[in-house]
């Protein structure tokens, strides 16, 4: 059962037409509602949030890579700190990285396979008390 802050934003996405899709997170504090723009093209995926210059602290980027394996990531190009949440096919957090430095080409490694990963503004992780375990409520995750 979804909560409360997840059936608001799902109207506010509803309005937003197609582009935004309501995703929560559930962690030992509770719900998290996000709304998140879903990248699921390789174009997509390579553009991600590069050149953005902000990002609202309730929204957030899926990336679907349509199977479950290692992923690795970078912020070549991107401009806004971030945590990156990588998550199983089942929803569930398999890795966390925390406070991505902006325009870095370090590699960010899912560290387990992965079939899509979260990217929120940096401190999301830490605020709503994520770990590896936690759930992720999205169409694209199977329960």
């Known amino acids: 059962m979804l909560g409360q802050p997840f059936a608001a ?8 037409g197609a582009k935004l899709e309501p995703l929560e997170i559930v962690t030992p504090t509770g719900p998290h509602a996000f709304l998140v723009e879903v990248m699921r093209t390789e174009v997509g995926r390579e553009r991600g949030l590069m050149y953005r210059r902000s ?24 401009y806004l700190p971030l945590d990156m949440i990588f998550i199983s096919r089942s929803g569930k957090v398999v890795g966390v990285a925390e406070n991505a430095e902006p325009l870095s080409e370090t590699i960010i490694p899912s560290r387990a396979p992965a079939y899509g990963v ?7 992780a830490a605020r709503i008390g994520l770990k590896i375990g936690d759930s992720v409520r999205h169409s694209m995750f199977s329960r």
């Open 9 to 16: 934003l799902r109207a506010v996405a509803d309005s937003a």
């Open 55 to 78: 990002m609202p602290q309730d929204r957030g980027m899926l990336f679907d890579f349509g199977v479950e394996q290692p992923i690795q990531m970078w912020m070549k190009n991107t």
């Open 118 to 124: 979260l990217e929120l503004n940096a401190g999301a």
